[in-house]
């Protein structure tokens, strides 16, 4: 089994996010959402608000598994078993920030990361972006999931 974990924070999940998993879904055959817990981020969104956005976008989709984790994703991905992390890239910052962590990631364990090109009709979304319109009373719902409401 191909197993992917894209790993993130999702505050909030995005269309640009979504974009990413359902392209995944044809590479692997089982793409566990896993959705990072760092104590010292502050969150728009809590992490059940997150998870449940999730959830409900993807619906009952069987190769789909939405968790939480903590620590290095790398031993998120040995303990899930996972060979693969799946990541988007949505211009060449992204690219040489997340090339970096691929290395290391590579350099400490078997683990191979995956990058797909966001469309680029969305390449220009990000969660911060949303968290933005968001504070701003700005009309959010054009970037992200229709599970995604305040």
Known sequence: MKRAVFPGSFDPITLGHYDIIERGLGLFDE?????????????????????????????????????????????????????????????PADFEFEKAIAHTNRKLSEIETVFLLTSSGKSYISSSIVRDVIRNNGDYTSLVPDTVRI
């Open 31 to 91: 793409i566990i959402i896993a959705i990072g817990i760092n104590a010292d981020k502050k969150y728009m969104f809590s992490l059940e608000d997150r998870k449940s956005f999730i959830e409900e976008a993807f619906g009952k989709n069987h190769k789909i598994k939405v968790m939480t984790y903590s620590g290095l994703t790398i031993e998120f991905c040995k303990e899930q078993h996972a060979a693969f992390i799946l990541r988007g890239l949505r211009n």
